[in-house]
T-cell receptor, first 113, second 112 residues
Framework: DTEVTQTPKHLVMGMTNKKSLKCEQHMGHRAMYWYKQKAKKPPELMFV???????INESVPSRFSPECPNSSLLNLHLHALQPEDSALYLC????????????FGPGTRLTVL | SQQGEEDPQALSIQEGENATMNCSYKTSINNLQWYRQNSGRGLVHLIL?????REKHSGRLRVTLDTSKKSSSLLITASRAADTASYFC????????????FGAGTRLFVKA
């Protein structure tokens, strides 16, 4: 199983809502990532979890809150977002470190009204 | 800031032709990877080339790496309409391997 799954596929939320994005992999990968991608732009790294600990936070606003409950799951909690946060949010995982391939999920298309 | 820069930004070719995309980067790397992304979907890993490798093949794909020039190229031979997508290079740098930085990408359009 080389699949990273993400739910939901699409999400529309108001600026006062609280929602969560979920990501799951069962490949035994120990590094998991959140990326944000705007239209016609490359993915931008937001967070990296390594062995379930936050190892990289690219100075993302606190209205985005990551959580890694266990080695297979990664959540991104959203609160008080702005319309400019509308984007494709991609989750990825890799086994350990630089020797390994990153596997991406299909993404969650987020629209903030 | 983005590590990799790619050119061309967009490329339109006829089916059957070869497509070449280039990527340049700024710092030392452990490896360089190429990904494909169909419109609005997740990225698909195509090929990884390590810093001590110069060339790698996978099916119709050929990747080269020149660490002295900090550049890489992706060649797709005998292109098909299904190859229409955005192609990104990505580097892991040499800072522990967890931070992946993507280039701006090349949008390839293959006309049938």
């Amino acid at each position: 199983d080389t699949e990273v799954t993400q739910t939901p596929k699409h999400l529309v939320m108001g600026m006062t809502n609280k929602k969560s994005l979920k990501c799951e992999q069962h490949m035994g990968h120990r590094a998991m990532y959140w990326y944000k991608q705007k239209a016609k732009k490359p993915p931008e790294l937001m967070f990296v979890y390594s062995y379930e600990k936050l190892s990289i936070n690219e100075s993302v606003p606190s209205r985005f809150s990551p959580e890694c409950p266990n080695s297979s799951l990664l959540n991104l909690h959203l609160h008080a977002l702005q319309p400019e946060d509308s984007a494709l949010y991609l989750c990825a995982s890799k086994y350990r470190d630089f020797t390994d391939t990153q596997y991406f999920g299909p993404g969650t298309r987020l629209t903030v009204l | 800031s983005q590590q990799g820069e790619e050119d061309p930004q967009a490329l339109s070719i006829q089916e059957g032709e070869n497509a070449t995309m280039n990527c340049s980067y700024k710092t030392s790397i452990n490896n360089l990877q190429w990904y494909r992304q169909n419109s609005g979907r997740g990225l698909v890993h195509l090929i990884l080339i390590r810093s001590n490798e110069r060339e790698k093949h996978s099916g119709r794909l050929r990747v080269t790496l020149d660490t002295s020039k900090k550049s890489s190229s992706l060649l797709i031979t005998a292109s098909r309409a299904a190859d229409t997508a955005s192609y990104f290079c990505a580097t892991d740098g040499d800072t522990g391997g967890f931070k992946t930085i993507f280039g701006a990408g090349t949008r390839l359009f293959v006309k049938a």
